[in-house]
């Protein structure tokens, strides 16, 4: 318990001293309560560079049979998800993370479990979810 503590301290202490455009604290959803993490974006090449960092995920296994992987997605106003790529897990440390580019600067990060690393289209399984805008 101290160890996640410690760990959320700092976590929270890199968020505030870092120079991100946008931050934001993600919380699990229904389906990973105990799942919690940040989402850090910044504006670049007319979209954003987006690193995403989630802690307390159980094995991907044991959120339903045959899930292999957490993903990441997109999800501009209006559009179409677009995978932003699985999220590398730790299973020592329960961590999920993920930095990659959204072609967008005002959408949604969702975080699914899929069976595989490269889906067409995201399951219904949403472990957390998170609104981001880039302001000027």
Known sequence: MTSSVVRWSIAA?????????ARYIVIGSARAPSS?????ADEADGGAAVTLHMQHLHPPASVEEGITQYVAWFQGPGGQPVRAGALKYNPEERTGDLVAHAPFLEFTVKVTAERDATPLTPSATVIASQSVRIED
């Open 36 to 40: 919690s993490g940040f989402v850090e």
């Open 13 to 21: 202490l890199c968020l505030s001293a870092c120079g991100a455009d």
